[in-house]
């Protein structure tokens, strides 16, 4: 009988965590609890798209014979831990973005857009070019 009851006190422990057990990610992602958080995570920090950040000169390239224009950002009073560099497209079809986050002494970097390894190359020398140290 102790047997018995030590093995239902374990399944009911058990079963909030074997609920989520099996489902999808996107229906936890999508989902009414995580909804929210999921699309929090998924958004660039709101200084990247607000107007009053801090910017540089931008500089124009050539990369297999099309033209770009680069360019750097980055959060006002915290340059140093989160900045963003920008390729973009002269036509004005197409743009690409490297957002780069220190967190103490570690370096994050995200790409945006998608870039092709020739334009994730220029983001990376953008980011080097305003970061000598």
């Known amino acids: 009988m102790r047997c018995l009851k030590i093995t239902l006190l374990t399944l009911c422990l058990a079963t909030p965590a074997l609920a989520q057990n099996g489902t999808y990610t996107a229906e936890l992602a999508h989902g ?5 958080a999921y699309q929090k995570m998924a958004q660039v920090p709101a200084w990247v798209t ?12 050539t990369l297999s014979g099309h033209s770009y224009t680069v360019g750097h950002l980055c959060k006002p009073h915290d340059c ?4 963003l560099d920008i390729v973009f497209a002269d036509d004005g079809k197409a743009t690409w973005g490297l957002l ?3 967190y103490g002494k570690t370096l994050y970097q995200m790409p945006l857009g998608e870039p092709e ?15 000598p140290n």
């Open 80 to 83: 140093g831990d989160n900045q």
């Open 50 to 61: 607000g107007k009053d950040v801090v910017s540089v000169p931008t500089k124009a390239i």
């Open 117 to 131: 390894p020739a334009i994730l190359d220029a983001l990376q020398a953008s980011y080097r070019s305003n970061n």
């Open 32 to 36: 009414p609890k995580f909804a929210k």
């Open 100 to 102: 780069s986050r220190m």
